[in-house]
């Protein structure tokens, strides 16, 4: 099968299409024909070495992605009931041994795999799960009461959005960042108050809010310059590892994807919530599988709106 993967690390050209034995579905197992892969920046951050400590006990090469939209072609010996051969899917893929998203097959936990959002093709399903899924994460860790006040940094992002989206789904206030050509984007997603991004944010965050919001999710992994949004004793959920220290009783909680891999339920409801209109399916630009490269300087490049996706039909 022809995947994308690299042997060793470093910038987007250590992407190399190459061809791997296909794999087998084992017990628990599915395999699906990828026929598109979002590209994230965790892809760029393995690309890059950031998770090689993981990887140290598998040999390259490794393949980048942990979204991926596809039909399942095998089922392995006590497959999840819920899904069947020919079915279209979307999954969680945790790429930390040498099997990521990025390649024609995969074979994933079936508690990872759910139905892809009715109404979307491929390109669009992949775009879900693992940035819905932190965003649900990030809020869930917040456990705000309804009618509370929630902040979310990097609102016009992937992760950023979905959890104005989801925030306001749970019955939240939401006060976002965006760039003033962003604005009418977060508005869009439902945002209660929309000001302005930069290194300020908190003092524009606390405008709306004097007291300081209870909770704040930070999307754009401003950190400490964020944290003066947060009222005394509230809670920031970090997206990029970061662990404080805060002050004032602020409790910082990093917040990380593959602890809800196994959450079938909650990646149903997601799938859902796509279908329901709750949340928006954003492709940014469809590239083919082999301009890989193009489509991870074009990530670093930022001012993306939206999922480059990688085409392997």
Do not use: C
Not at 147 to 159: D, E, S
Not at 194 to 211: F, L, N, S
Not at 256 to 264: G, I, L, N, Y
Request: proline share 8%; charged share 20%.
């Amino acid at each position: 099968m022809k995947a994308i993967a690299l042997t060793t690390y470093g910038g987007p050209d250590v992407l190399r299409e190459v061809d791997l034995p296909t794999p087998e579905a084992g017990p628990g197992e599915v395999r699906i024909r990828v026929h598109a892969a979002a590209v994230n920046p965790t892809d760029a951050m393995l690309r890059t070495g950031a998770y090689a400590a993981r990887t140290t006990d598998v040999p390259p090469p490794y393949v980048p992605g942990m979204d991926a939209a596809g039909v399942i072609d095998q089922l392995g010996p006590g497959a999840d009931g819920r899904l069947a051969v020919g079915q279209r899917v979307v999954a969680l893929v945790i790429p930390t041994g040498p099997r990521g998203a990025y390649a024609e097959h995969i074979v994933v936990p079936a508690e990872s795999v759910v139905p892809a959002p009715a109404g979307t093709d491929h390109a669009e399903a992949a775009t879900l799960l693992m940035n819905a899924a932190t965003a649900r994460l990030a809020l869930d860790t917040l456990a705000l009461p309804k009618g509370a006040t929630v902040a979310v940094t990097g609102a016009a992002g992937a992760v950023g959005g979905y959890t104005v989206e989801l925030a306001k789904a749970d019955g939240l206030t939401v006060v976002a960042d965006a760039a003033p050509h962003d604005r009418d984007l977060v508005r869009g997603f439902g945002a209660d108050h929309v000001v302005d991004r930069g290194t300020d944010v908190a003092a524009r965050i606390r405008e709306p809010a004097p007291a300081g919001v209870p909770g704040l999710v930070d999307g754009s992994d401003q950190r400490e310059e964020a944290v003066p949004a947060v009222a005394d004793g509230g809670a920031f959920v970090a997206l990029r590892g970061w662990q404080g220290p805060a002050e004032r009783g602020v409790t910082v909680t990093p917040v990380f994807v593959a602890s809800v891999r196994a959450d079938t339920a909650l990646l149903d409801t997601l799938r859902l919530q796509a279908e329901q209109g709750v949340l928006s399916l954003r492709v940014a630009k469809v590239l083919p599988a082999s301009d890989a490269a193009e489509a991870h300087r074009l990530l670093e490049a930022g001012g993306l709106r939206g999922r480059l996706v990688l085409d392997f039909s």
